[in-house]
């Protein structure tokens, strides 16, 4: 036991934490009070970790960071996520109460820091950290004593940005965090109606009055370097929600009439107004969206309703992020997202500068074996007097560099519009070139472009950019659009993607997303219209590892009535952000498509495709699909899990499928995380269901629609059992049964597309790839970036060589995505019964053709038993191609699973840990006499014995007979601040998990 002081912590501020606490996944107690992650003086880009620390006898943890009681966590509990934090420094530690006393840790220091947002000009200055905010109604509305520098920000609420209001606020202390349990109900909306029906007003952290009426100040002090002197100095806003006034040192840049609209970079000219040798102060208003809206009525009760997608379509006469009003799957955001919502910075230039480069390629297929590259840029003179000198080029990318050079006169205040082509600058013609692939198709090589100006003065002016050669085309085929790359069909595999619910996503983030979709063996993303557009971050990522990108414009043809007059925002606003969009993304070349928007045509679609990509981005030769879910594609599901067999008759499964949706519930430790009190209360008969899980995403659609999660809930009951109690052990049980159903319906919804590949459809998206907030449904990995079961059985199917189970022909197929050839592959299909008896066995060698479907004629003879169907294809030398198991039952009965013996598993590890990013192999045998069941892998910490996330697996999941053998590699959460990582294995049916040490090489449990 360790020594107490006096609990001194206010009793309604220790009530206030016990509401708003989290339930967490516990660990064996130890006898100290350490603290374990973060570190102390570490530094990490994960701004949401997992605070851990070493138990002792207590009634609770208070968790204090940056001098803010946080949270209050129960024993056996002792880690806690945070509200994602602020850039830069913290400190925090643990206090522990018993009874009247209280002993606290040690403090300890971290600081959290990543890449901008987007690419920043050359000796740029972010200004990310150590902003205050605060409400005008408490701080006052005179923007030229905000941004003055006797004003005292002591009461302020401390942040770094990009940050909306409410994160900041959350950050604080002032509200709870939104992710967790029904907190969301704890904040005041924007609409008063809103609040007063559901009585939010009193949680105002502004006694009486609504927080989101009034503009919040963000205000940040600076100082520049020796290096601005005598040069133009920009002020680049990334981003805003809605409205902005923006002052500097007591002068006002801009107002409210300027600066509006997501999606839009403002960029002024700050040179007169900062001072070179003493403190400057920025203050920018942030004013909400023109039209909140009023929210749906929230899912609140068992299985609800969710009520209308984005509630009374107010918010779409608003350029704004139009799914933060509440949508099917996200709960309205209390602000609106009102914020400041990418990185602000500084940078000095000369008086010529570079602007709008812009770089596409043209290869003259079928031929590849040379490009012609078209470069086009805008020389600007800013100041009074005529400028010459020479304009210099650098291409580097496969071998020696291309030199460009070119001189220049430009006359005073005027824009050079200068183009390079093979036509004036042979050097562009490229001979073996090295072209962009998507993701299994080949490398995603890419070129870096430099252009710098230097005048007869000295002057420069320098822009830089990366980009791809591919070629994009498109054509119909009898039941669905194809897509093709450099010449090549593609089979588009991927999901419909989303922005985080409260804009804090980070650089980090945006790549473990496009690793995990890459890693699932997906290579598109569509990032849907309502969501809005994400930060050149993800573009980045996407481009370097071949994940292809479709582009909504923002429209939503149901939430906008069906694109009612009066329901859109206004047109000059719109063309606008649709260039600000269209400049920014258009030298990436995972950008493939570019779509009117969701499900409907785009009122703006005269405008969009007659004015703004011919004049921005005419030459490059992505697609224009005018209709998300029309034009050689379909949309509307299924949205509600249908049984695995279904897939391959549903009437939507061919063609290209814009949005199909499985629910992907997740795994029993992220439930944990944001469901405090699962299992606790639940709906008679639906154990562990309640109104926290409907809250959360789990809903019921009225009438006949079909979107219904208890369509999800009656296959799990009636394929592996009935819950057998109501304790949290059961409520694991139950999601332990989940992930074998996400296995099997997210796989077969992608090998009913494969079946049909090339004859009948082209491509699946699914509905969704990831998720906004921690929800129930529509995702293959979690807003914790842990990957479920079903992502698994997604990487399975999606592999670009799969062998698989036609649930309709009840017969084996291969599917050959790839464009390689395999003679001589041999099919081996067996049977086997529960007590691993082989029933059946069929072998068959084939020529496998590059891009191809073969389907055996033979039926498996499945009968009303459970059975497991075991495939595996091998190239001629031996290698295995493919496997893939299956358990089936003709009577859809796999309530026999839950009793199989518990399996064998013997655990091997392949090479050593090589750091925190680095990779770790296993092998896995299973010497025991039964199957080992749905084997979950996870690297955990050796303390705390909490998952290290995000981790990337090989393969996971895995079904091993007896006597079989499975590597598997791990990179990402393979290291923890405590010298090394334990791995976690723990079978469907094993009565717990068993734990291996690769420094040791042993394994118990």
């Known amino acids: 036991m360790v020594p107490y002081r006096s609990y001194n912590v206010k009793p309604a501020l220790l009530l206030l934490c016990l509401i708003w606490s989290e339930a967490v996944y516990s660990v064996d107690p130890g006898s100290g009070f350490d603290l374990f992650k973060p570190g102390h003086q570490t530094r990490i880009a994960d701004h949401a970790p997992v605070f851990s620390w070493q138990s002792v006898d207590c009634d609770a943890y208070l968790v204090w960071i940056d001098g803010i009681l946080m949270d209050t966590v129960i ?73 003055g520098k006797a004003l005292n920000t002591n009461e302020w609420s401390s942040t770094s940005i990009p940050s909306t209001a409410l994160t900041a606020l959350v950050r604080n202390g002032l509200y709870p965090n939104p992710y967790v349990g029904t907190n969301n109900m704890r904040i005041p909306d924007c609409d008063d109606h809103f609040n007063e029906k559901y009585d939010l007003l009193k949680y105002s952290h502004i006694p009486g009055k609504n927080p989101w009426k009034e503009p919040y100040w963000y205000r940040k002090v600076f100082t520049i370097g020796p290096e601005y002197n005598h040069r133009k100095i920009w ?47 920025l203050a920018i208003a942030i004013y909400p969206p023109d039209h909140p809206g009023e929210p749906a009525d929230p899912p609140l009760t068992p299985l609800a309703s969710p009520g209308t997608n984005m509630a009374d379509g107010l918010l779409s006469k608003d350029y704004t992020k139009w799914d933060v009003l509440g949508w099917d799957w996200i709960p309205a955001v209390r602000d609106r997202d009102m914020g400041i919502t990418e990185d602000i910075y500084l940078h000095a230039t000369d008086q010529i500068e570079l602007e709008n480069l812009y770089v596409t390629s043209d290869l003259p297929l079928p031929d590849t074996s040379s490009a012609d590259i078209t470069i086009s840029m805008d020389l600007v003179n800013h100041s009074d007097h005529a400028k010459q000198g020479i304009l210099n080029g650098t291409l580097t990318g496969k071998g020696d560099p291309v030199i460009l050079k070119q001189r220049f006169s430009i006359g005073p205040g005027d824009t050079l519009e200068i183009l390079w082509n093979k036509g004036n600058m042979s050097e562009l013609h490229l001979e073996e070139p090295v072209l962009w692939w998507p993701n299994g ?85 569509r990032i849907w219209g309502p969501t809005g557009a994400p930060p050149e971050a993800f573009y980045d990522a996407a481009d370097q590892h071949g994940i292809m990108l479709w582009q909504d414009f923002l429209n939503d043809y149901w939430g906008t009535f069906r694109n009612r007059p009066g329901y859109r925002p206004d047109s000059a606003l719109f063309a606008k952000a649709t260039i600000s ?44 699909l005018r209709i998300s879910n029309g034009d050689g594609l379909h949309g509307g599901g299924p949205y509600h899990t249908i049984e695995p067999d279904a897939y391959f008759t549903d009437p939507k499964l061919n063609g290209f499928s814009s949005e199909i949706g499985p629910s992907g519930v997740p795994v029993f430790e992220s439930v944990k995380k944001f469901m405090p009190d699962l299992g606790k209360n639940f709906m008679p008969g639906r154990f562990p269901l309640d109104g926290v899980w409907a809250y959360h995403d789990a809903n019921d659609w009225p009438g006949r629609d079909l979107r219904k999660f208890s369509s999800y809930d009656n296959i799990v009951r009636s394929y592996y059992g009935p819950i057998d109690s109501s304790s949290t052990e059961d409520a694991k049980r139950y999601l332990d049964k989940c992930q074998l159903l996400n296995y099997d319906v997210y796989r077969a919804s992608i090998e009913a597309i494969s079946s049909q590949l090339w004859e009948n459809s082209s491509g699946i998206l699914l509905w969704k790839s990831n998720s906004s907030w921690p929800s129930m449904t529509w995702q293959v990995y979690d807003w914790y970036l842990q990957a479920h079961a079903g992502y698994y059985g997604v990487k399975k199917a999606a592999a670009p060589i799969c062998v698989q189970f036609n649930r309709n022909r009840m017969a084996v197929e291969v599917v050959n995505a790839a464009y390689q050839s395999y003679p001589q592959a041999t099919l081996r299909a067996s049977l086997y019964g529960v007590d691993m008896e082989r029933i059946w066995s069929i072998s068959q060698t084939m020529d496998l053709q590059k891009s191809s479907t073969i389907a ?57 840990l090589t750091g925190e990013v680095g990779t770790h192999g296993f092998t896995l045998e299973n010497k025991g006499n039964s199957v080992a069941l749905m084997v979950e892998l996870k690297m955990v910490d050796p303390l705390t014995r909490l998952e290290l996330l995000p981790s990337i697996w090989s393969d996971n999941y895995l079904t091993l007979l007896p006597g079989e053998k499975r590597s598997v590699a791990v990179s990402g959460g393979v290291h923890s601040d405590h010298g090394g990582a334990l791995l976690e294995y723990k079978a469907f049916n094993m009565k717990e998990s068993a734990f291996y040490n690769p420094l040791t090489e042993t394994g118990r449990k």
């Open 75 to 147: 024993p056996p509990r002792h880690w806690y996520i945070p509200f994602p934090m602020s850039y830069g420094k913290h400190q925090w530690h643990v206090v522990a109460v018993h009874g009247t006393q209280e002993a606290s840790s040690d403090t300890f220091e971290f600081y959290v820091e990543d890449g901008p947002l987007a690419p920043l000009p050359p000796g740029a200055l972010l200004l990310r950290e150590d902003w205050r905010m605060r409400s005008s109604e408490l701080a006052g509305k005179d923007g030229s004593v905000i941004s």
């Open 235 to 281: 002020l680049t806003l990334g981003e805003i929600n809605y409205r902005a006034d923006v002052w500097l040192n007591g002068k006002q840049l801009a107002d409210t009439a300027e600066v509006v609209g997501m999606e839009r970079r403002f960029r002024f000219d700050v040179t007169s107004l900062v001072f070179q040798n003493e403190s400057n102060v």
């Open 441 to 525: 198709y080949g490398k995603p090589n890419l070129y870096n472009l430099t252009i710098s100006a230097i005048t007869g003065e000295g002057e420069r002016a320098s822009g830089q950019t990366r980009f791809g050669i591919r070629e994009v085309g498109t054509y119909l085929g009898p039941r669905e659009r194809v897509y093709t790359i450099n010449g090549r069909d593609i089979y588009c595999k991927g999901g419909n993607w989303v922005l985080d619910m409260t804009l804090n996503w980070n650089t980090a983030r945006y790549i473990n997303e496009i690793l995990l979709t890459k890693n699932a063996n997906l290579n598109m993303l």
């Open 581 to 624: 969009i269209v400049k920014r993304y258009r030298n990436h070349p995972s950008l493939v498509i570019w779509s009117s928007g969701n499900e409907g045509p785009n009122p703006r679609e005269g405008l969009i495709v007659n004015d703004i990509l011919p004049a921005y981005d005419g030459r490059d030769s992505r697609h224009f």
């Open 856 to 912: 055996l004629q033979d039926p498996v003879p499945v009968t009303g038993k459970l059975c497991f169907l075991k495939l595996e294809l091998t190239e001629a030398h031996g290698q295995v191609l493919a496997d893939n198991i299956y358990w089936l039952s003709g009577e859809k009965d796999f309530s026999m699973l839950n009793q199989l013996p518990e399996p064998h598993i013997v655990i091997s590890s392949e090479d050593e």
